[in-house]
């Protein structure tokens, strides 16, 4: 039975919450306050983690950055900001989804199962051994820095390795380009941030059958890159 966590300072809508998850079969462990769901998602067993941003104690912001930097399991941000700016800063910081209330409490739970589904599937179809990512058809080799499709060899540049190996280790997390651009480049580069978006390109016409539709290396409008597994 998959054990979730949700921290929401609202009793009504942590409860409506719980009560549903409850229908589907699911184990419910509820957070009232920011410090308290922080502690209790690390140091509990969750398979998944629903949060609200506007917490006391702490924000769901800090929570879901913190959660992140130690365990991978799907987070879900639920929360009454609508702003772009707000849904950026969750993906940007971890979160796997972001649903606005009011919202409908059976598609949170639709929701909490495809993310759960994702990651099984993530977690049964990538192996790392030693210095090497296996994806699907995709094979990474770090050591030797050789990227394999369907045992063909590709071509990439340095950077185009760098950007691939960093997203392919980041699975199903959305990184903006200004992340990508500090974490590939370094905040001292004096390259610009369009870089990032012709990288990305050049990688999916290396690696992906579709270019234009990507199965690898995901566009999320508004928000950045995800590489989906």
């Not at 912001?61 to 992140?68: N, T, Y």
């Not at 759960?116 to 990538?126: P, Q, S, T, V």
């Not at 500090?182 to 990305?200: C, K, P, Y």
Request: proline share 3%; charged share 30%.
């Amino acid at each position: 039975m998959k054990q979730l966590l949700i921290i929401e300072d609202d009793p009504y809508i942590a409860e409506l919450q719980r009560d549903y998850f409850l229908l589907h079969d699911y184990q419910v462990k509820l957070c009232h306050d920011g410090h308290e769901g922080l502690t209790e998602a690390l140091t509990g067993h969750y398979d998944l983690v629903i949060v609200d941003l506007q917490l006391p104690g702490m924000d769901g912001f800090e929570i879901c950055k913190q959660i992140r930097e130690k365990l991978d399991l799907p987070i879900l941000i639920v929360s009454a900001k609508k702003e772009e700016i707000d849904k950026i800063r969750g993906f940007g910081l971890g979160a796997d989804d972001f649903v606005t209330k009011p919202f409908s409490p059976n598609e949170l739970v639709a929701r909490a199962k495809a993310h759960l589904a994702r990651y099984e599937r993530y977690k049964g179809g990538k192996v790392i051994e030693a210095e090497q990512i296996n994806i699907r058809e995709l094979s990474i080799q770090k050591s030797s820095r050789r990227v394999f499709l369907n045992g063909k060899e590709i071509s990439l540049t340095t950077k185009e390795f760098e950007v691939l190996v960093f997203l392919a280790e980041n699975p199903n997390r959305v990184f903006n380009k200004d992340v990508l651009f500090d974490r590939i480049w370094g905040l001292d580069s004096n390259g610009e941030i369009a870089t990032v978006t012709v990288h990305i390109s050049r990688i999916r016409e290396k690696i992906e059958a579709d270019p234009s539709n990507p199965q690898f290396i995901e566009t999320v409008w508004g928000a950045g890159y995800r590489f989906t597994v």
